[in-house]
């Protein structure tokens, strides 16, 4: 048994108790994939990260995410909140960063902001989202989410299917009386985005234009489906794969386009989300996830 460093992390937050918790465990050599997942599952968080040496020295760490049931080839805020607490912890911790995370779905490019506020981290999107083929009716995913098809969609946008790393079906609801009434049947979901291996299922995105904080552009709710299923606060994976929706229906002209997504309001956990759109010739050339993050708590675990 070895005593091992950890750190709880409030992420795409600049205030503890809100956003997305994440529990970061550091010192985790002679951990294998068995012992991460047990400890994963002994926090219960949405995901766990295990800081590792990298495997390239010119990098800043390898990560391996863990939700208490399976581990994932990238995540959202386990990135941004890992980023900051790598920042944090070296000596010059007032001082902005850029360095790379291994994950699973390969170099991840992150760059670390001080301020007098909580720290704010972006990373570059390892891969651009792309469309998935979704075969179910926009009706029947409505049907799931308990709404009528009037409520399915608003000006251009329709149900779409992206993924960019981990796969989402991204609903467009009328509004934000809609997005609070959506409500997952699992088993009417499951006939319609079946789970494809241990972590690659397509979660509902349900996002509308009407915000509750005027300076968001989108509003979102994501929901894992399962048994029971949850609602996510935060889901930096999710907004990876809706820049293909707003690219799909949105066409923003090239340059640079940022948008804010809030999430997680319907289950007090306010978080906002940064997306970042390089655009040029028409097409998406690169993109960022980016958010605050605020350490809540730090302890050793004794695994």
Known sequence: MKNRRYLVYDVFTDRALAGNPLAIVLDCEGLDTKAMQAVAREF???ESVFVLPP?????RARLRIFTPDYEMPFA???TVGSAVA???LEENGGSDAIFVLEENIGPVRCAVRRGQGATFAEFDLAKLPEQLELSADPEAIGAALGLGPHEIGFENHRVSFFSAGVPYVAIPVANLAAAGRARLDNAAWSEL???????A????YIYCRETVDHASAFHARMI????????DPATGSAAAAFAGAVMQFDRPGDGTSRYWIEQGLEMGRPSRIRLELEVEGGRLTAGRIGGQAVKVAEGTLFA
Do not use: C, I, Q, T
């Open 86 to 88: 790598l920042a944090e």
């Open 224 to 231: 894992v489906p399962g048994s029971p299923s949850y609602e």
């Open 76 to 78: 959202g805020h386990p």
């Open 193 to 199: 985005a079946p789970r494809k291996s241990e972590w």
């Open 55 to 59: 495997e390239d020295s010119r990098h």
């Open 44 to 46: 219960n968080l949405s």
């Open 201 to 204: 299922f397509a979660s509902p």
